[in-house]
């Protein structure tokens, strides 16, 4: 085996995490020499001397030639944490992951990620939310980051996806088993259109409990922010929000109804010091230097369409509210209101307050 692909042996081995294959890459001095070490070694540097023999058991029936090709064939790549491609957002991270595997393609503008998370039994509010943050922030170019799961997660990947977007799928389990599996078309259907599928996990691994706060690091680690749109106050949303905190990313959080259990994670995050997100423009204002959203790189992104030129005629003598506008329209709520978002952003119109928008 290449260092590249004993790296990769050796992090397969799920048990060792982040932090003791680092530790046994800085004593071996190489990947190779941490994969082949004796069971003495292994256990003289303090190892538990049952785990360092279900490793060596482990090794034993690992083939390096079967494990790289049954990644090929299936098309899953692999990135370490020393190659050059590997995302820009995880490398300087403390516990980011040695190795991904990607089914997919992970592009430079994913610097530019926002993940959305929050509850797996997402409310007709939480749905109508998620579709316009996804959607919004989709059509500037953002990458949208979340985990495939029930609820918020699968609305969020969805409405990027027909915002015509990008998404980035994390997986709890390897990432040729996308769970739940009522949802692996809309894993596939990222892959297709240009996102990407990744887990730091091995082909074949099925997922557990112990694995979500794992995944949940991904998503936060990939993103230059995190949005939680809803959850229970004690909820896994909360550990991605957590991880996200420590990785110095933004946390905003979309306040909810105060009598409902699912407005419980954001609420409490908005008195911890989350930044409170009403619309996708308190993202990109407070995200501005990092995200560098200007009016030229909208343009190439999203040129003037012809909806632009119906909307701006509508409001171009007085100003208009968002339901007066859709009225005059009969365009869909959620279209007319990712379009203005982009043409604020553009200069073309303004949000004056209370959703009423008048031409610049």
Do not use: C
């Not at 060792?16 to 990947?31: E, I, N």
């Not at 997660?153 to 990027?160: E, F, G, I, P, R």
């Not at 990785?247 to 409902?260: L, Y």
């Amino acid at each position: 085996m290449t260092e590249r692909q004993a790296l990769v042996a050796l992090y397969s081995y799920i048990y060792f995490g982040p932090a003791r294959t680092k530790l046994l890459l800085d004593y071996f001095g190489s990947a190779s020499a941490a994969w082949n070490a004796s069971e003495m070694k292994l256990i003289e540097i303090g190892l538990n001397s049952e785990r360092v023999k279900d490793f060596v058991n482990y090794r034993k029936g690992f083939n390096s030639t079967t494990y790289f090709e049954r990644l090929k064939k299936h098309n899953i790549d692999y990135l370490t944490i020393n190659d050059s491609n590997y995302p820009e957002n995880l490398v300087d991270l403390d516990d980011a992951p040695l190795v991904l595997y990607v089914r997919g393609k992970l592009k430079l503008e994913d610097a530019n990620a926002v993940a959305i998370v929050g509850s797996r039994n997402i409310t007709s509010y939480g749905r109508e939310v998620t579709e316009k943050f996804a959607t919004e922030l989709a059509g500037v170019g953002i990458t949208i980051v979340s985990g495939l799961a029930f609820g918020v997660d699968v609305v969020a990947h969805k409405s990027a996806l027909e915002a015509g977007g990008r998404a980035i799928a994390v997986l709890a389990s390897g990432p040729d088993v996308i769970t739940p599996r009522s949802n692996e078309w809309l894993g596939l259907k990222i892959q297709k259109t240009g996102g990407a599928i990744v887990s730091e996990f091995p082909p074949g691994t099925t997922p557990q409990r112990s694995f979500f706060p794992h995944r949940n690091r991904i998503i936060s680690g990939l993103s230059k922010a995190v949005i939680v749109i809803e959850g229970r106050e004690k909820s896994g949303t909360l550990h991605t929000a957590s991880h996200a905190a420590k990785q110095g990313r933004e946390v905003f959080a979309v306040p909810g109804q105060i009598t409902s259990p699912m407005s419980g994670a954001p609420h409490f995050l908005l008195k911890k010091g989350a930044k409170l997100a009403l619309s996708v423009k308190d993202i990109l204002d407070e995200l501005n230097l990092q995200l560098g959203v200007d009016k030229e790189k909208l343009d190439k992104i999203m040129p003037e369409t012809p909806e632009e030129e119906k909307l701006s005629e509508i409001i171009v003598n007085e100003p208009m509210h968002l339901d007066e506008i859709v009225r005059i329209s009969g365009l869909n709520v959620a279209d007319i209101s990712a379009r203005l978002t982009i043409m604020e952003l553009k200069g073309i119109v303004k949000n004056i307050g209370g959703g009423v928008y008048k031409k610049t």
